[in-house]
T-cell receptor, first 115, second 113 residues
Framework: SQTIHQWPATLVQPVGSPLSLECTVE??????LYWYRQAAGRGLQLLFY??????ISSEVPQNLSASRPQDRQFILSSKKLLLSDSGFYLC??????????????FGSGTQLSVL | AQSVTQLDSQVPVFEEAPVELRCNYS??????LFWYVQYPNQGLQLLLK??????LVKGINGFEAEFNKSQTSFHLRKPSVHISDTAEYFC???????????FGAGTRLFVKA
């Protein structure tokens, strides 16, 4: 069966520090991978998605970047965190060729607090 | 572009009462519609989805939703809620032939004893 791992669960970082959040998927190959951010009252905002190694689509211009160095690994990074980067970050994956029908499977999330 | 509006940010309801969580979408192309649930401090899981066919879709945990194309709505309903249904519910849309799923702001359902 497929599983998705996301870590850390909680992170407190000072403003201006770097960030690296990692997500890995097991039990499937060539998944579509996603990073979402959840802010209070704003629902889930799609940040990045990837349909293959090295292929990253950015949805919102911001202080963050994403990379996919391996088929089932998706990393969210920042060189210098801002206060506005605080939020709950969710990694997700799906199978399929982008028909739109695909179900998303979510990780358990990372609560990031930038102080 | 697609967008989703969830009309209620919070819905309090007593146990065993019926509930409806409202969702409207906007899109110039054909879409698929989803409802996801998020329990505290967890990721989201799929409740149900509408792809085509019957406009009444049944999902897990006794939830159902009805697709109304003329009103561009996809409201979620449950005839009798339980305490364990307390969670945040997200309506989502994806266009046919695309990788992106766009979510609404969420509705927090509180079930009171």
């Amino acid at each position: 069966s497929q599983t998705i791992h996301q870590w850390p669960a909680t992170l407190v970082q000072p403003v201006g520090s770097p960030l690296s959040l990692e997500c890995t998927v097991e039990g499937t190959s060539n998944p579509n991978l996603y990073w979402y951010r959840q802010a209070a009252g704003r629902g889930l905002q799609l940040l990045f998605y990837s349909v293959g190694i090295g292929q990253i689509s950015s949805e919102v211009p911001q202080n963050l970047s994403a990379s996919r160095p391996q088929d089932r690994q998706f990393i969210l990074s920042s060189k210098k965190l801002l206060l506005s980067d605080s939020g709950f970050y969710l990694c997700a994956w799906s199978e399929g060729l982008g028909t739109g029908e695909e179900k998303l499977f979510f990780g358990s999330g990372t609560q990031l607090s930038v102080l | 572009a697609q967008s989703v509006t969830q009309l209620d940010s919070q819905v309090p309801v007593f146990e065993e009462a019926p509930v409806e969580l409202r969702c409207n979408y906007s899109s110039s192309v054909s879409v698929y519609l989803f409802w996801y649930v998020q329990y505290p401090n967890q990721g989201l899981q799929l409740l149900l989805k509408y792809l085509s066919g019957s406009t009444l879709v049944k999902g897990i945990n006794g939830f159902e939703a009805e697709f109304n194309k003329s009103q561009t709505s996809f409201h979620l309903r449950k005839p009798s809620v339980h305490i364990s249904d307390t969670a945040e519910y997200f309506c989502a849309v994806s266009k046919t032939g695309g990788f992106k799923t766009i979510f609404g702001a969420g509705t927090r359902l509180f079930v009171k004893a």
